[in-house]
């Protein structure tokens, strides 16, 4: 088991904001796990929403507070 540094990027789905980050994972994690990884990373370290219907940086996930003035 090698650790293999492994750039993954998660991008915007709004605004097309993109993170990337240099993670190790073992060479024995397939790709899609390690990215799974990663937006799991994003979404509690740095307010990201991910989930099945995509992902949203921080300022895209935030509620609209003007919708209702």
């Given at each position: 088991?090698?650790?293999?540094?492994?750039?993954?990027?998660?991008?915007?789905g709004?605004?097309?904001?993109?993170?990337?980050?240099?993670?190790?994972?073992?060479?024995?994690?397939?790709?899609?796990?390690?990215?799974?990884?990663?937006?799991?990373?994003?979404?509690?370290?740095?307010?990201?929403?991910?989930?099945?219907?995509?992902?949203?940086?921080?300022?895209?996930?935030?509620?609209?507070?003007?919708?209702?003035?």
């Open positions: 088991m090698i650790n293999q540094p492994t750039q993954i990027t998660v991008t915007c709004r605004c097309g904001h993109k993170r990337s980050t240099d993670d190790g994972f073992s060479d024995r994690v397939p790709l899609r796990e390690r990215h799974v990884v990663v937006r799991t990373l994003l979404a509690v370290n740095e307010g990201w929403q991910c989930d099945e219907d995509g992902d949203l940086c921080p300022a895209c996930a935030a509620p609209d507070t003007t919708a209702n003035r």
